[in-house]
């Protein structure tokens, strides 16, 4: 058993290896394995084995590899394109215009890929050709995409709420239902955030887009239908009881195909490249997972949790209290690290306390997986903001973070309004699965 001091070693010599540059998935098991060697012995270093296999065996982590192939096969069918197009003829009438269509095209994608960098991505290359031809200020068109990529995890069905989930033994379904309402008002209030922009400077966005005709916008409309339909499926299927979260992301995969097939770019080839691009990235993701596990192992036999909840008891900290602060570490935290290392560094030893605390646990999943794509828009290691540089190929990454702050700035409000309304987050799951 160690204490709290020993605890905050720990965590304080994680955030000084990542800082030093290690790939989160060493640094984190490089605590795991001094804290296994020094207090319990080699055998328990050796457990190392058993734990990787027991962590990788977990049922629901197969639906993260599922939803990067459906995401990959989506992006290369391109329905993604017509997405954009058909979302861009409703929207532009708005003040901001073809902004409107960034945050938009985002929420709707990130709706069937459940990744905040694979919507930067794909919004990006389908959205900065037309801007390219348009009077918009350059700062605003690439802070609107930044800032619809960070719906890519909050709305579901996003990765981190699986990860999230698996990592405290919550109920996905329940995480899923949970963010639904906090990832409209955050899509709303980033299209509010537009809006006033477009109403204070209306020099930034100075080109008005002329209007199809309603019949030709009504038939591109159908191309709204399919992820619709998938993202239908996804929910649908859970919420009925009819599907796993796993089993949905799966039907969700199956339904990509004809659409792929409609569209003409169904193909061996295709495929292909979207299982090298599924590999890569679950590579990537269930490595990181998988020492993060191994670390939950250690630090339960060392008795951090029960340590970290004497320790909220006794110095009696308020529910309210712990949130707000952890608010200013997470915004703090975020400068400098990316989403699923913050996510899976800090859960481990922020949990438990919060959870002693009174904290709901399905309220603290979609509130600590806010602040972690806050990170996403947050100079300067912001992963979306670099892809979208990535991707635009000119200019200064400069300009990428100045057009962010007025983004930044709406989900800070947003995280207020979670913490003043907590029911934003609880009122759904409660009402699909009771109390």
Not at 52 to 69: H, K, Q, R, T
Not at 126 to 139: E, Q
Not at 246 to 260: C, I, R
């Amino acid at each position: 058993m160690i204490g709290v001091v020993e605890s905050a070693v720990g965590f304080l010599l994680l955030i000084a290896l990542l800082f030093l540059g290690l790939h989160v998935a060493t640094a984190m098991f490089l605590v795991a394995l001094l804290g296994a060697a020094f207090y319990l012995g080699p055998a328990l270093v050796e457990a190392f084995g058993t734990q990787l296999w027991g962590a990788m065996e977990d049922y629901v982590l197969l639906s993260i590899p599922l939803y990067i192939l459906l995401g990959e096969i989506l992006v290369r069918s391109g329905s993604t394109d017509r997405l954009y197009r058909s979302l861009a003829d409703w929207l532009n009438p708005l003040p901001g215009g073809l902004l409107h269509t960034n945050i938009g095209a985002s929420a709707v994608f990130s709706a069937v890929s459940g990744s905040s960098v694979a919507t930067a991505a794909t919004v990006s290359t389908v959205a900065l050709p037309s801007f390219r031809r348009r009077r918009y200020d350059t700062r605003l068109v690439l802070g609107s995409i930044a800032a619809g990529a960070s719906l890519g995890n909050l709305i579901p069905p996003g990765v981190a709420l699986i990860v999230y989930g698996a990592m405290t033994n919550t109920s996905v379904g329940r995480l899923y239902a949970a963010a639904v309402v906090p990832g409209v008002v955050m899509t709303a209030l980033f299209m509010g955030t537009i809006v006033l922009i477009a109403l204070v400077r209306p020099d930034l966005v100075r080109e008005k887009e002329a209007l199809d005709p309603f019949p030709v916008r009504l038939r591109r409309a159908a191309d709204l239908l399919p992820p619709l339909a998938i993202f239908g499926i996804i929910m649908g299927s859970i919420y009925t009881g009819w599907a796993t979260v796993t089993e949905s992301a799966a039907l969700a995969v199956v339904a990509a195909l004809p659409v792929a097939a409609f569209y003409g770019r169904l193909g061996v080839r295709m495929l292909h490249e979207c299982f090298i691009a599924t590999a890569n990235l679950t590579a990537m993701s269930l490595l990181i997972l998988a020492v993060a596990f191994y670390l939950n192992f250690v630090l339960g036999l060392l008795g951090v949790t029960p340590a970290l909840g004497a320790f909220v008891t006794a110095i009696g900290a308020s529910p309210l209290e712990l949130v707000l602060a952890l608010t200013v570490f997470y915004l703090l935290l975020g400068v400098f690290f990316e989403t699923l290392p913050m996510l899976v560094g800090t859960v481990p030893v922020v949990f438990p306390v919060v959870v002693a605390a009174g904290v709901d646990p399905v309220w603290f999943g979609v509130f600590i997986v806010l602040m972690c794509e806050i990170s996403l828009i947050s100079p300067p290691v912001g992963m979306t903001l670099y892809v979208i540089q990535a991707v635009r190929r000119e200019g200064t990454i400069a300009e990428v973070f100045q057009g962010t702050v007025p983004f930044f700035l709406a989900m800070v409000a947003m995280t207020g309004l979670m913490i003043a309304f907590p029911e934003m987050a609880l009122w759904l799951p409660r009402l699909a699965y009771g109390n």
